[in-house]
């Protein structure tokens, strides 16, 4: 015997209701398709092509001819290779984030100014602090060889025009403008911590590695979780300190990243479809990496029960 269907009749309200909410949903979706969605697929057609942008993105596919040239391109590999090295920077960070933190979670005079000194870099103009440390690791007048003439009595080394020095000096930039945000993630995780835990494992005998390793660094792992995948996402997308600081991509092209060899073949070259195929490779790395990190969490993440 067929089932009859049964129709059922909404009131009015319901459907007034009803209509709000599409309104309400509609801004971000649109939102969504024109500025994330159709940007994601039309890059994706223009990495099989040829296009420009002067000349016609259809009349010049070349399938996938323009990764097979990007994985031939040496100048890539050097490129992806820096982006890593510099990545030496961000245990270095956290390193220095846990440390800094667990000195101001503690009762010093002064605390809130030192807060505010290490957030100041964080929220400042990427390329004005760009420019001033590029000043700094002058090699003819800067602030850092100037220091050592006075204290050696010799010319100290090349920072930004040696192909070894470059990349350190990048990392030490790069720690430091990227310290406070980890200083405050960390120092906000320590004050969550019940001091109950240490309280409990002071009478338990426990020194204070003990109670370090025990208590702090499991219960502040959420945040070392969080700080280690924006770091990573954001160290593959190191630019504007290379473009300041190194604008030709330093000696033997021995700082330039990914995104600046990106932005060198897509504007600087005119290679719009071979710069687009150079950001979907980007992307793809960014996304492996971070599904890996989410996919082992459990393994090493703990939270306060």
Same mark, same amino acid.
């Given at each position: 015997?067929?089932?009859?269907? !049964?129709?059922?009749?909404? /009131?009015?309200? @319901?459907?007034?209701?009803?209509?709000?909410?599409? %309104?309400?949903?509609?801004?971000?979706? $649109? =939102?969504?398709?024109?500025?994330?969605?159709?940007?994601?697929?039309? +890059? %994706?057609? #223009?990495?099989?092509?040829?296009?420009?942008?002067?000349? /016609?993105?259809?009349?010049?596919?070349?399938?996938?001819?323009?990764?097979?040239?990007?994985?031939? &391109?040496?100048?890539?590999?050097?490129?992806?290779?820096?982006?890593?090295?510099?990545?030496?920077? $961000?245990?270095?960070?956290?390193?220095?984030?846990?440390? $800094? @933190?667990?000195?101001?979670?503690?009762?010093?005079?002064?605390?809130?100014?030192?807060?505010?000194?290490? *957030? !100041?870099?964080?929220?400042?103009? %990427?390329?004005?602090?760009?420019?001033?440390?590029?000043?700094?690791?002058? *090699?003819?007048?800067?602030? %850092?060889?100037?220091?050592?003439? @006075?204290?050696?009595?010799?010319?100290?080394?090349?920072?930004?025009?040696?192909?070894?020095?470059?990349?350190? /000096?990048?990392?030490?930039?790069?720690?430091?403008? =990227?310290?406070?945000?980890?200083?405050?993630?960390?120092?906000?995780?320590?004050?969550?911590?019940?001091?109950?835990? *240490?309280? #409990?494992?002071?009478? &338990?005998?426990?020194?204070?590695?003990?109670?370090?390793?025990?208590?702090?660094?499991?219960?502040?792992?959420?945040?070392?979780?969080?700080?280690?995948?924006?770091?990573?996402?954001?160290?593959?997308?190191?630019?504007?300190?290379?473009?300041?600081?190194?604008?030709?991509?330093?000696?033997?092209?021995?700082? +330039?990243?990914?995104?600046?060899?990106?932005?060198?073949? #897509?504007?600087?070259?005119?290679?719009?479809?071979?710069? /687009? +195929?150079? @950001?979907?490779?980007?992307?793809?790395?960014?996304?492996?990496?971070? #599904?890996?990190?989410?996919?082992?969490?459990?393994?090493?993440?703990?939270?306060?029960?």
């Amino acid at each position: 015997m067929a089932k009859t269907k !049964v129709k059922v009749h909404r /009131s009015a309200m @319901a459907k007034r209701e009803e209509r709000w909410a599409w %309104l309400f949903i509609a801004p971000p979706f $649109i =939102g969504f398709m024109l500025f994330m969605a159709y940007p994601i697929v039309f +890059a %994706l057609i #223009a990495s099989t092509s040829k296009w420009t942008g002067m000349n /016609s993105l259809w009349g010049n596919i070349v399938g996938l001819g323009n990764y097979i040239k990007i994985f031939g &391109d040496y100048k890539f590999w050097r490129s992806m290779g820096t982006t890593i090295i510099y990545m030496i920077g $961000i245990p270095i960070g956290m390193i220095l984030g846990i440390l $800094i @933190a667990m000195g101001l979670n503690r009762k010093i005079p002064g605390k809130r100014v030192l807060t505010t000194m290490y *957030y !100041v870099p964080v929220v400042s103009s %990427l390329v004005a602090v760009s420019i001033l440390w590029a000043w700094v690791f002058n *090699y003819d007048y800067g602030l %850092l060889n100037g220091i050592y003439k @006075a204290l050696t009595g010799m010319h100290g080394p090349n920072w930004l025009g040696d192909e070894h020095m470059v990349k350190i /000096s990048l990392i030490i930039f790069m720690v430091w403008k =990227g310290l406070g945000g980890t200083v405050i993630l960390y120092l906000a995780g320590l004050q969550n911590i019940p001091r109950d835990y *240490y309280e #409990a494992a002071m009478i &338990d005998g426990a020194n204070g590695w003990n109670k370090f390793t025990n208590i702090t660094l499991p219960l502040l792992s959420p945040v070392t979780f969080y700080v280690l995948i924006t770091s990573l996402i954001g160290g593959f997308q190191v630019f504007v300190e290379v473009q300041v600081m190194t604008p030709n991509g330093g000696p033997n092209y021995s700082s +330039a990243t990914v995104v600046f060899y990106l932005y060198e073949k #897509a504007f600087t070259n005119g290679q719009l479809g071979y710069g /687009s +195929a150079v @950001a979907v490779i980007l992307a793809t790395i960014i996304f492996i990496i971070t #599904a890996i990190n989410f996919w082992g969490q459990d393994k090493w993440v703990k939270t306060i029960d």
